[in-house]
């Protein structure tokens, strides 16, 4: 079974400051793939980054980072210097390579930036 | 919203009452999803199609028929609707970005807000 796991369900990080939101999994596919979205208080749900279980680096984006951690079967987001406009709901999904077609979301985690 | 549109924005329904929610893709692209989502837990999937034709059950799906008549258009029918499928219901598109099977990702619509009273 697939499974993904949010653990913050509400955070504050002062703006400007880095931040984490934390994201493990459990899977026991060989091959699959991490995803985070963005939704701002506007309801859209926006792609962020992609990260594959077999790539040999971390996937960065600009200000934003993934901390994949294979072995402990984690893939959790960094932002390096917050802004106003990163405050959102934060969710992380999987897809691998024996769910077909199926994602697998975490509850999300919401991120309030204060100027 | 990679060309992702959904009908209507927002519903109100009274409980018995039937509705079908729309959704279209103009990226040609195999695979669509409905999914609902509800404060405190994350998206559910309802249903979703690999192709023209085929549609298979997700994590939700009673309650709800769907169909997949053509290669652009994904519905949603709740046949009679109850207060517990109160939800916001996202549409989205499996996006192909090369390489191996597990980097497709999902972009969404831009979701319905359901009521039923």
């Known amino acids: 079974a697939q499974k993904i796991t949010q653990t913050q369900p509400g955070m504050f990080v002062q703006e400007k400051e880095a931040v984490t939101l934390d994201c493990t999994y459990d899977?026991?596919?060989?091959?699959?793939?991490l995803f985070w979205y963005k939704q701002p208080s506007s309801g859209e749900m926006i792609f962020l980054i992609y990260?594959?279980?077999?790539?040999?680096q971390n996937a960065t984006e600009g200000r934003y980072s993934l901390n994949f951690q294979k072995a402990r079967k984690s893939a959790n987001r960094v932002i390096s210097a917050s802004q106003l406009g990163d405050s959102a709901m934060y969710f992380c999904?999987?897809?691998?390579?024996?769910?077909?077609?199926?994602?697998?979301f975490g509850t999300g985690t919401s991120l309030t930036v204060i100027p | 919203n990679a060309g992702v549109t959904q009908t209507p924005k927002f519903q109100v329904l009274k409980t018995g009452q039937s509705m079908t929610l729309q959704c279209a893709q103009d990226?040609?692209?195999?695979?669509m999803y409905w999914y609902r989502q509800d404060p405190g837990m994350g998206l559910r999937l309802i249903y979703y199609?690999?192709?023209?034709?085929?549609?298979d059950k997700g994590e939700v799906p009673n309650g709800y028929n769907v169909s997949r008549l053509n290669k652009r258009e994904f519905s949603l029918r709740l046949e009679s609707a109850a207060p517990s499928q109160t939800s916001v219901y996202f549409c989205?598109?499996?996006?192909?970005?090369?390489?191996?099977?597990?980097?497709?990702?999902?972009?969404f619509g831009p979701g319905t807000r359901l009521t039923v009273l």
């Open positions: 990226m040609n692209h195999n695979s």
């Open positions: 999904a999987m897809r691998g390579t024996n769910t077909g077609n199926q994602f697998y």
């Open positions: 989205a598109i499996l996006y192909y970005r090369g390489g191996s099977s597990v980097t497709d990702t999902q972009y």
């Open positions: 990260q594959g279980s077999y790539d040999q």
């Open positions: 199609s690999a192709s023209e034709g085929t549609t």
């Open positions: 899977t026991s596919d060989p091959s699959y793939g």
